[in-house]
């Protein structure tokens, strides 16, 4: 029984080895066929290279014709290369083609640019004054006699340059159908026509020319003598130059003449309101003796009587007859002294009064006339300039009598010449300084002169304007009151 069971137990033993080196086996066994797997995959990637590289150098098979595939490729390539400049080589030529037409549209809109700036130019010119660009006088004759015998001789070289056919030339002899005779009378009756409308062109502009636009007719012409001439290159004819030049003077000359014209009509106007002033004046002088001598005819006739009443009066009555005759006797003395200043002003002519005046509302701050006057009423000339012509009356800042007015005002005109309002007309006697540049000046000529009074030379600084301050006030009231 112990033996069967000993048995056992060495079997089931041997069992248990078997099994443990059986699985052993098995993990070697395993190992091997893994290993076995992964030479496979190797083998079948070398096979799979190989038969790669196999199929690659195929083609070295056959070294010749692997040279012409290559030669064929080069060949196509080359092709190609040679369509591709051919294209690249139209795309320069269709570029600078481009590029040229690019650079004659600008060149075109730069000349159309220039032209209508010279029309923008003109055109301000014609608006605004300051754009006129100031004219400098090219003759500036004296006379107007001088002006006339120069537009004669201006038109008279005219006239021999069209009677000599030297005005406007032909460059090229035209024949018509053969025909030189009609050739000539075709290139004649060109020639007219482009001196007609030249002429023409001219003639507009002289009848129009004026101060505000001188440098646009000059301009006018000179245009109408390059389009003409334009017009003309198709055979070859052209207005001289020499011709141009003269009818450019004309123009000038005219323009000239019509101002030196105008000027010595001012100067006429300015004489006349001169001799109307006089005028005035002397028939003044000549009412204020007449009023003089039958005041004091009246008072002597008055205290001739005074006095005889005296004589008779009673003691009672003298005391009151005395007042009487003073106040007659005073009354006379002032109407002798009025006869002596009347007389005095009529003997001297160059006496009267030189004024300064000033009006804020029409013309601003620091803006005054200097004038003169020979009024007996100076004040009178004053009002008048405040007229109508001005929406605010003047003010006084100073009245200065002198026996020589027109000399003290002559003065004060030219120290502060650099500053007229009007640097263009002299006659014009309003200036843009401080009232106390003015008080200077005259006080330091009245220092100087004998026909001044520096005891009467006073100056009012600021100026009233009453009417122009309280239209201001009465704007800004009318403003402040809500809508």
């Given amino acids: 029984m112990n033996t069967i069971y000993i048995t056992l137990i060495l079997v089931a033993f041997l069992l248990i080895i078997i099994v443990f080196a059986l699985n052993k086996q098995k993990k070697v066994l395993l190992n091997k066929l893994q290993d ?74 730069e000349w159309l640019k220039a032209e209508l700036n010279k029309q923008v130019r003109l055109l301000e010119e014609k608006s605004y004054l300051e754009d006129f660009g100031f004219y400098e006088t090219k003759y500036n004759f004296e006379e107007l006699s001088q002006y006339e015998s120069a537009l004669a001789t201006i038109r008279e070289k005219q006239k021999k340059l069209i009677l ?114 006089e005028e005035r004046t002397r028939k003044e002088i000549e009412a204020e003796l007449k009023k003089t001598e039958d005041e004091e005819a009246k008072y002597n006739r008055a205290l001739t009587i005074a006095r005889q009443e005296m004589a008779e009066a009673s003691d009672n009555q003298k005391a009151k007859l005395e007042a009487k005759i003073q106040q007659l006797e005073n009354a006379l003395t002032e109407a002798e002294l009025r006869k002596e200043r009347a007389l005095s002003r009529a003997q001297i002519t160059k006496s009267g009064h030189v004024y300064i005046i000033s009006n804020v509302g029409s013309f601003g701050e620091d803006v005054y006339k200097i004038g003169m006057t020979r009024r007996l009423e100076p004040k009178d000339r004053v009002n008048e300039l405040g007229d109508a012509s001005v929406p605010f009356p003047f003010d006084i800042h100073a009245m200065i009598y002198c026996e020589n007015a027109p000399e003290l005002e002559n003065q004060l005109h030219k120290r502060f010449n ?53 239209s201001l006030a009465k704007i800004r009231s009318l403003e402040e009151v809500p809508a």
């Fill in 36 to 109: 076995l797997e992964k030479q496979h995959i190797d083998t079948q990637n070398a096979f799979e290279s190989a038969n790669q590289n196999l199929q690659k150098y195929e083609k070295l098979t056959s070294t010749e014709t692997y040279l012409n595939d290559l030669k064929n490729d080069v060949t196509q390539t080359q092709q190609q290369i040679t369509t591709l400049n051919t294209e690249i080589e139209d795309k320069k030529l269709q570029a600078q083609a481009e590029k040229s037409r690019i650079e004659k549209e600008i060149q075109e809109l």
């Fill in 418 to 470: 650099f500053h007229r309002v009007n640097q263009v007309n002299g006659r014009k006697e309003f200036f843009r300084v401080s009232i106390e540049s003015i008080a200077k000046a005259v006080e330091e000529m009245g220092a100087s002169s004998p026909t001044v009074n520096p005891a009467q030379i006073q100056f009012t600084l600021l100026a009233e304007a009453a009417e122009y301050r309280k």
């Fill in 164 to 277: 000599s056919n030297t005005a406007a030339t032909c460059s090229q002899e035209w024949t018509v159908k053969g025909s030189r005779a009609a050739g000539k009378k075709m290139e004649t009756e060109k020639l007219q026509l482009m001196l007609r409308a030249f002429n023409g062109e001219c003639d507009a502009a002289t009848s129009k020319v004026k101060y505000n636009n001188v440098t646009t007719m000059e301009n006018r012409v000179k245009a109408s003598f390059k389009k003409i001439n334009k017009l003309g290159q198709a055979v070859s004819c052209s207005i001289d130059e020499q011709y141009l030049d003269l009818k450019v003077q004309e123009l000038l000359l005219i323009f000239e003449y019509q101002e030196k014209k105008q000027a010595e009509r001012e100067e006429q106007r300015l004489i006349k309101e001169q001799m109307r002033e």
